[in-house]
Structure formats: C-alpha cells, structure tokens
T-cell receptor
Framework: DADVTQTPRNRITKTGKRIMLECSQT?????MYWYRQDPGLGLRLIYY???????NKGEISDGYSVSRQAQAKFSLSLESAIPNQTALYFC???????????????FGPGTRLTVL | AQSVAQPEDQVNVAEGNPLTVKCTYS??????LFWYVQYPNRGLQFLLK??????LVKGSYGFEAEFNKSQTSFHLKKPSALVSDSALYFC?????????????FGRGTQLTVWP
C-alpha cells in the first residue's frame, strides 16, 4: 500500500462550491504539507503542519484552509472554489529527526482539480 | 531568502548520451539539497540528497549530483541516458540552519530522451 494517499484523485467542480481534498499517511511523520503544481510554476506551498497543533501558511494560502485531524491526516479545503484554483494538488510528509532522510519529503499521487 | 533556479525549462538528449540538468540555489546558511523526479500522472519521487561530506552524491536509477559550493550549484547528471528517464525533474533546497524545515522547489526541467 502507498505510504501517502490522496482522495479524490480527480475532481471537477463548479465555481463557488466548497471542496475538501484529503491526505493520509502511514509513514508516522509529524510534518505534512500541501502544494499546488501549475505548468511552468513548479510547486508552490499552500500550508504546512509540523504537528497536530502547529499549522502554518505557505506562499499561496489565500482561498484555502486546512485541518490536521490527526498525525496521519491533513485536509485541504477550498471554501469557495474559483477557476484559477484549477491545478494539481500534492500532499507530502517529512521527518525532522536526524538521519539520512531528514527533511526528505514523500509525496502522494496528487489530486487533479478542475474548477469550471 | 531561499530560492532555487533551474535555468532550463527543457533538456533534450539522445539515448546513451550523458545528461545534465542544472540547478543553482540561494540560501542564507548551509544547504540541504534535493532532486526529485515526476513521471506523468504521478507524484514526486525522491532521487537523491546532499547533506554534507562528499560533493558527489549518488542516487536512484543511476543518477548523481555534484554539489559546488563556490558556484552554489547542484547539477543532476547521468552518464548514459535512457528513454525511460524522460520526466520532469525538480531541484529543492532547505536552509540547514532554519528551524522551519520546509523545502523550496525550482520550477522544474522537462527531460526528454529520444531513442
């Protein structure tokens, strides 16, 4: 089974609708991240969470909110979707503890969101 | 401020030839540096990472990267390209001295290896 899973994998919605994207991980990592990917822009950080009680805004948090329900779950919400939020969304996890894989991020398969 | 530049949007190379995907970075302190690969319709996969020590880092699928502190570069290389290496490659940096622990990604370089 995949270590980082995202649901749904694809979603088409209409402007103004509320959307929730979910991420679950079995890696036991405290740190989780939400990115969006747009062609030619790379990955941009939306929100990140270093533990259940610690949530931080990234570069492009406007129009998004998050919830860290448990160590293993981190959800991204679009309260009122707009067409320029059409993108590929990725969840990632990392472990800050010293070791060969410190801060290496592990990504889910992505959610392709289309807002009409 | 921390940032990563991948100066080439696209790199094309013939199968069997060596490949290089370029990356330069800017951090206020000492860096951790990463390369990730993204195949179509997939998430990013970790390739390799520079922490400290030997400037030449070996990673998955025969890839390696050379850390050059004076040029603030971390170019990805492979001696002999395969068609299956065709993918989108991302360089990322983390300031080792920062407590935030987040990565900054470049915009990506599309590698195409033709038969």
């Amino acid at each position: 089974d995949a270590d980082v899973t995202q649901t749904p994998r694809n979603r088409i919605t209409k402007t103004g609708k509320r959307i929730m994207l979910e991420c679950s991980q079995t890696k036991g990592h405290d740190r989780m991240y939400w990115y969006r990917q747009d062609p030619g822009l790379g990955l941009r950080l939306i929100y990140y969470s270093f533990d259940v009680k610690d949530i931080n805004k990234g570069e492009i948090s406007d129009g998004y909110s998050v919830s860290r329900q448990a160590q293993a779950k981190f959800s991204l919400s679009l309260e009122s979707a707009i067409p320029n939020q059409t993108a590929l969304y990725f969840c990632a996890t990392s472990d800050p503890r010293p070791g060969p894989f410190t801060d290496t991020q592990y990504f889910g398969p992505g959610t392709r969101l289309t807002v009409l | 401020a921390q940032s990563v530049a991948q100066p080439e949007d696209q790199v094309n190379v013939a199968e069997g030839n060596p490949l290089t995907v370029k990356c330069t970075y800017s951090v206020s302190g000492n860096p951790y540096l990463f390369w990730y690969v993204q195949y179509p319709n997939r998430g990013l996969q970790f390739l390799l990472k520079y922490i400290t020590g030997d400037n030449l880092v070996k990673g998955s699928y025969g890839f390696e990267a050379e850390f050059n502190k004076s040029q603030t570069s971390f170019h990805l290389k492979k001696p002999s390209a395969l068609v299956s290496d065709s993918a989108l490659y991302f360089c990322a940096v983390r300031d080792r001295g920062s407590t935030l622990g987040r990565l900054y990604f470049g915009r990506g370089t599309q590698l195409t290896v033709w038969p």
